[in-house]
């Protein structure tokens, strides 16, 4: 029965698209190996360069959102620069002709009115607002809370062909299910 239920789990995969697929507890080390993976998979497919460098800039911003923001971690470092492994998923494939990278993660109730506001924000500019948007921030101090530039969520906006989809799912009393969707 183990086998059988692999194999179709493979084939599904296969069948919808998906070049790399990842479920667990994900780190910095973990996400440089699953990147180059993803290199090599798109070499494979002669995938043009500009496509192949949104997809990994989005699928490495998704990864550090998962390591930084994740509410199941791992290792929680001492100091904020220290080394983290967060649990989550995220997966990359191709849908309608165009990549997708996917991503999700435990996040806090108490976190999720911020983060949705934040989304929506960034969802209702257009490219050229999205543009403005980043310069602004990048010269802004990070947001109170972020463990990186508070840009990540920006940029793969700006990267994105269409705008990025969204949701949270109540996982429990004090958990959400955070997801986000990139097209390239």
Known sequence: MLGHDFIS???????NGVLLSFGGDLSENVMM????????RMQQQETDASIAKRVFSIFVEQAQNIIRYSARK?????????PRASAGMIAVGAEDGRFVVV????????DV??????????????????????REKLRQPPDE????????????ARRASAPVEYGFQDIGDELSLFCLKARI
């Open 33 to 40: 190996s699953l990147g180059e993976v993803l290199r090599l």
């Open 113 to 134: 009115a911020a983060l949705r506001g934040r989304l929506d924000h960034i969802a209702a500019l257009s490219a050229e607002d999205l543009k403005r948007h980043y």
């Open 145 to 156: 809370g972020s463990l990186g530039g508070s840009i990540g969520l920006i940029e793969i």
């Open 9 to 15: 789990f493979y084939e599904a995969s296969k069948r």
């Open 74 to 82: 791992v290792a929680a470092g001492e100091v904020p620069a220290g």
């Open 103 to 110: 991503c999700a993660n435990e996040v806090r109730r108490a």
